[in-house]
């Protein structure tokens, strides 16, 4: 086992250096170049930013490699070469320090997507920050950060490229991952307490947040993610917001100040402190006199399962209430699923899920298996699916290893797995997919000699489980038992040896357990007030969770009820709400009175609006058919269907109900309904019906790469009836405006990611007045403001792409 004991116990708090892109632009980086291509091509500068973070007192110092990645750095480039030699930069400059130093290896963001949101496999993602890491630990760093990170699916990415790169060298460093977040959550919808649950299931060494914010703004962030977090947590803000001045961007903070709004993060038990946008080395220098008293405090987490999505944690405990696996997505005894299964359709099985969660299921158990069904294409498909269509995190239940693996793979933030039993090479197989997915799993304490029928031969087989899980690398935060629920019916202690299983796990073990509560009662009579009865004796002795049908009207009011006996509903609060009007035998209550459930289910689109609403692309053509079935011309279906469908996605997104996924999905969606559209628009144009689409002219300018947000803007205006040409990134002004005087465009949106980019925005502006062309300037991106929008003279500045779409149309209704 590496020794990663300097991060991991480290007595004093570490410092990162600051902002490296600024440095290299005041040292000549010319624009539109590749700061790692230009710091390859300038060692003497990048050595050079290097000693003035180790000087400022910087404990760690991180290499110019942000961008380089394939995908950044662009074809032809040996992508492994070069971040081997700007390792070697930064570990020259540390050697240099006396060792003092260690080296971070710097991974951004792809700028691509993984499917079904992108065109990437996680295969493809995988390999992309492979032989980007190869390169980083040849060079010699000290450890990883994926830095700015805005998709909970690329960071797992990264953690597994890693472990790939540590097995194929025979070397391995502590990883970090640290994310970027705008209104509480990354731009896929992830938050914060939810990215940290997720990578410390990863395994990874430390989290971090970084960028976009100051140190006022990002504190909230660090509070709701230290309470969970069994591993450091790093902070690292700009320098306050920036703000245009004499044509520069420069950000609020300077060092002193800076450094003072850190002290609140040292009394929260943040452990390691640096700087991103805007911070130099004398705010380093001033961070560092801050710190240099400050002894770490211990990271606070306790000993907490925790189940995640994109956008939803459910934490397992014995002291937490509760937690309820839906059981009814499972073929076992249901005919009609069987079938649906056999023959390829889902349509019961997401009915299923949309019951149980509006029951108060927290958890889906996803579970395929059943003669003549091909568990590797169906598993895989169902998993795909719950996951858009679902907060919901999900616990994935198949004896094939090959179909678990594919199925994770179509989970961004990793799924439970049930289960991993004590057959021989059971835990061999499954112990290391786990572990790499970030995935927590159930041990189930079954041997192929023979049924466990007492609590001792239980406890022997969970215990040797454990070890071999620890011995693998497995957090033990990622395990949790199943205690083995056997009929009473054959054996008339097997709830008692069950019972004594649990409390083992709970007292001793110190481990969350979970039972499928109806094997109890089979074979007997009122199976559901058995049950029940079994799964309050259960929940009182420490049970964390249960497999179970959430609609059982007994054991919602026995879970409620044992949640008031147990002390864990403050003041009976959830059981006087749902059970208010309760009489005895069922009737009048109970209805209301279910835990939350694990996040919000789209029920199967029956309209059109209803469709592009869910983003359920499957169900498009037949709505289409049947809308112009019904009458309706094509026109009528795009205005009055489609447009106004996308038009409440973009209200919601705008309220913070919907992420960028759906977003995402729901203009494919209604993109998939203009394709099939498009014939018989094209026909009624040709026939005298001119449909007049305001033309567009979209660009990240020029020096800047960052594409993302230019591509959601792009296909929102194209949704919305825009016809839009989209010149890529890296444009010069006159390329732009060249374009949008061939085109006749009436819009120019211009987009920028990076502080010292967005002032070639006002090149565009300017030469457009030059030319006197009539079209409007739309500028956006995470460093542009209204302030500075209306500084160099746009007609207007889009937080997001949903008002850009907005802000297109009142600008080309203003010139109508």
Not at 59 to 88: C, M, P, Q, S
Request: glycine residues 10%; contains cysteine.
């Amino acid at each position: 086992m590496p020794d990663f004991d300097w991060l991991r116990n480290a007595t004093t708090v570490l410092c990162f250096d600051g902002a490296t892109g600024t440095m290299l632009q005041e040292a000549g980086l010319p624009a539109g170049m590749s700061p790692e291509l230009f710091g390859l091509t300038r060692p003497d500068v990048m050595r050079g930013v290097h000693d003035a973070y180790i000087a400022a007192g910087a404990d760690v110092i991180t290499t110019n490699t942000f961008g380089g990645t394939g995908h950044k750095l662009g074809l032809g480039v040996d992508v492994t070469e070069v971040n081997r030699e700007l390792a070697r930069c930064g570990r020259q400059a540390a050697d240099a320090a006396g060792g003092r130093v260690k080296v971070a290896g710097s991974v951004g963001p792809t700028g691509q997507f993984l499917k079904p949101m992108g065109t990437l496999t996680p295969a493809e993602m995988r390999q992309v920050f492979h032989e980007q890491i190869l390169g980083l630990v040849q060079g010699g760093v000290d450890l990883l950060i994926a830095e700015t990170q805005y998709d909970i699916a690329e960071i797992r990415a990264v953690a597994m490229a890693a472990r790939e790169v540590f097995r194929e060298v025979g070397r391995a460093v502590p990883v970090g991952l640290s994310m970027t977040f705008e209104r509480g959550a990354t731009l896929t919808g992830t938050p914060p307490a939810v990215f940290a649950a997720a990578a410390q299931n990863l395994g990874v060494d430390f989290v971090a947040i970084n960028c976009g914010l100051g140190p006022d703004e990002m504190l909230s962030l660090a509070e709701a993610m230290v309470p969970a977090l069994q591993i450091p947590l790093l902070v690292q803000p700009n320098a306050g917001l920036p703000q245009l001045k004499d044509g520069r961007t420069v950000f609020t903070l300077g060092p002193d100040e800076f450094a003072e709004k850190m002290r609140p993060y040292l009394q929260l038990g943040v452990r390691m402190v640096g700087g991103c946008c805007g911070t130099t080395p004398r705010h380093i220098s001033a961070l560092k006199a801050v710190i240099k008293d400050v002894v770490p405090a211990p990271c606070a987490g306790q000993g907490v399962l925790h189940l995640v999505s994109r956008s939803r944690l459910v934490r397992v405990a014995p002291f937490l209430p509760h937690v309820v696996i839906g059981e009814r997505i499972n073929p076992t005894g249901k005919k009609q699923l069987t079938a649906e299964y056999q023959a390829g359709e889902l349509q019961l099985a997401l009915q299923y899920a949309t019951e149980q969660l509006e029951d108060g299921a927290q958890v889906l158990d996803v579970n395929v298996g059943a003669p003549m069904v091909d568990e590797q294409a169906l598993l895989p498909l169902l998993t795909e699916t719950l996951a858009a269509r679902v907060e919901a995190p999900l616990c994935l239940d198949s004896t094939d290893p090959a179909a678990l693996t594919l199925a994770l793979d179509r989970c961004p933030a990793g799924a439970l797995i049930n289960s991993i039993s004590g057959e021989p090479g059971r835990m061999e197989i499954l112990g290391p997919l786990c572990r790499d997915h970030g995935a927590p799993c159930i041990l189930l304490p079954l041997t192929s000699k023979k049924l466990p029928v007492t609590a001792a031969e239980r406890i022997a087989i969970i215990e040797s489980l454990v070890q071999q899980a620890l011995d693998l690398g497995i957090p033990r935060a990622n395990l949790m038992v199943d205690a083995l629920a056997l009929t009473v019916s054959s054996r008339q202690d097997a709830a008692v040896q069950c019972l004594a299983t649990i409390r083992h796990c709970t007292e001793v073990l110190r481990l969350p357990t979970v039972l499928g509560l109806s094997n109890i009662s089979f074979g007997l009579p009122a199976r559901e007030l058995l049950n029940a009865t079994f799964l309050t004796l259960a929940m009182g002795v420490g049970l964390s969770a249960s497999i179970a049908n959430p609609h059982a009207t007994r054991l919602k009011e026995a879970r409620a009820a044992a949640e008031v006996l147990l002390g864990r509903d403050t003041n009976a609060e959830s059981f006087i709400a749902g059970y208010t009007n309760w009489k005895p035998g069922g009737e009048g209550g109970g209805t209301s009175g279910s835990p939350a459930g694990g996040g919000v289910a789209k029920k199967s689109a029956t309209t059109l609006k209803e469709a592009v609403l869910m983003g359920d692309k499957s169900r498009i053509q037949p709505l289409v058919e049947a809308a112009l079935a019904a009458g309706m011309t094509p026109m009528a279906v795009v205005n009055e269907e489609l447009i106004a469908a996308i038009t409440q996605v973009g209200e919601k997104y705008e309220r913070r109900e919907y992420f960028l996924p759906q977003l995402i999905a729901s203009a494919e969606a209604m993109q998939h309904g203009f394709r099939i559209l498009k014939p018989l628009l094209d026909k009624a144009e040709a026939e005298g019906e001119k449909v007049h689409k305001p033309v567009v002219i979209l660009a990240t300018v020029e020096g800047d790469i960052h594409d993302i947000g230019k591509n959601i803007v792009a296909l929102m205006l194209g949704n919305h009836g825009f016809e839009v040409h989209d010149l890529g990134k890296d444009v010069p002004a006159e390329t732009i405006v060249r374009a949008a005087k061939e085109r006749g465009a009436s819009i120019i949106g211009l987009s920028a990611l990076m502080t010292t980019t967005m002032v070639r925005m006002e090149d565009t502006v300017k030469l457009l007045r030059e030319e006197a062309l009539p079209a409007k300037v739309i500028v956006g991106g995470a460093v542009v403001s209204q302030e500075y929008a209306d500084r160099i003279g746009a007609h207007g500045y889009a937080q997001d792409a949903v008002a850009a779409v907005r802000l297109a149309k009142e600008l080309t209704a203003a010139r109508a």
